[in-house]
């Protein structure tokens, strides 16, 4: 299973949203109403499923499923 996949079923699970709704391009704040929390929760489970840690500062940065995906297979 690739990363997006991955990626993509933590998502659908942790925001009760159809995994073939989450696309490279979605937007996690605006197209599945994510709030912070949301965020935290993401980050913190990506965190355990790839051994790999995302700053604070980098949060910010992470706003298309894409940009979570790049940034995980950069930095695992």
Known sequence: MD?????????AE????????ITMDSNILE????D???V????????DEFGVEIPDEEIENLHTV????????DNT
């Open 66 to 73: 894409g940009d979570v995906v790049r940034y995980v297979e």
């Open 14 to 21: 942790q925001l009760d949203i159809d995994e073939e709704k």
């Open 36 to 38: 912070s929390l949301d």
């Open 40 to 47: 935290v929760d993401m980050v913190m489970s990506l965190e």
């Open 3 to 11: 990363t997006f996949e991955r990626i993509r079923e933590l998502l």
């Open 31 to 34: 197209d599945f109403e994510a």
